[in-house]
């Protein structure tokens, strides 16, 4: 029996405050030492985007959903400069990061609805029994839906949504870079 999974995308999408034009702080400070960029996912179900690193700068957004998949782009001090699947971009502290990798399905397809969040009826991935087109379907995973990254071998990644596991085209995922093998 074939299943359909939706998390409800707009709740995952950050919320937008009234944004104030300022320029953030281009200086680079003491960071991990981990590489950037890279794939992250916030710990909280409510993370400030701020439009620069520090707690004087003003929210951009607030991000609601835990375990979404961010990309770290700079790091200064115990900040780190981050981008959704829409492109917003702002800085957040590093102890609202996790290293945990997680990724949305299909976030473009999502995206294409008339307004923001919706999504398009036909919008989905197969998450298979294995890492093959051929495979037995186990699920249909919605656009926007986060799933919980096990492993990657370049081309397919083992993938969690809810009680279900299986195997996703990594080129669907928006948390895995293209080729990129994760163990």
């Given at each position: 029996m074939l299943r359909t999974?939706?998390?409800?995308?707009?709740?995952t999408v950050a919320t937008s405050l009234a944004a104030q034009e300022t320029t953030p702080a281009t200086a680079e400070g003491a960071g991990s030492?981990?590489?950037?960029?890279?794939?992250?996912?916030?710990?909280?179900?409510?993370?400030?985007l701020r439009q620069g690193p520090?707690?004087?700068?003003?929210?951009?957004?607030?991000?609601?959903?835990?375990?979404?998949?961010?990309?770290?782009?700079?790091?200064f001090d115990v900040w780190r400069q981050v981008?959704?699947?829409?492109?917003?971009?702002?800085?957040v502290l590093a102890s609202l990061l996790s290293g945990r990798r997680t990724a949305l399905i299909l976030p473009w397809e999502a995206q294409s609805g008339e307004k923001r969040g919706a999504v398009r009826e036909e919008a989905s991935a197969t998450l298979r029994d294995d890492d093959s087109e051929r495979s037995r379907p186990v699920a249909q995973?919605?656009?926007?839906?986060v799933a919980?990254?096990?492993?990657?071998n370049g081309r397919w990644c083992r993938v969690s949504?809810?009680?279900f596991r299986g195997y996703i085209e990594q080129s669907k995922l928006w948390g895995a870079y293209p080729g990129e093998v994760i163990k």
């Amino acid at each position: 029996m074939l299943r359909t999974l939706a998390l409800g995308f707009a709740a995952t999408v950050a919320t937008s405050l009234a944004a104030q034009e300022t320029t953030p702080a281009t200086a680079e400070g003491a960071g991990s030492g981990l590489e950037v960029p890279r794939y992250v996912s916030l710990k909280s179900d409510r993370v400030n985007l701020r439009q620069g690193p520090g707690t004087e700068y003003p929210i951009a957004w607030v991000f609601r959903r835990a375990g979404l998949p961010v990309e770290v782009l700079k790091e200064f001090d115990v900040w780190r400069q981050v981008r959704d699947a829409e492109g917003t971009t702002g800085w957040v502290l590093a102890s609202l990061l996790s290293g945990r990798r997680t990724a949305l399905i299909l976030p473009w397809e999502a995206q294409s609805g008339e307004k923001r969040g919706a999504v398009r009826e036909e919008a989905s991935a197969t998450l298979r029994d294995d890492d093959s087109e051929r495979s037995r379907p186990v699920a249909q995973v919605e656009a926007g839906v986060v799933a919980s990254i096990i492993s990657c071998n370049g081309r397919w990644c083992r993938v969690s949504v809810g009680a279900f596991r299986g195997y996703i085209e990594q080129s669907k995922l928006w948390g895995a870079y293209p080729g990129e093998v994760i163990k």
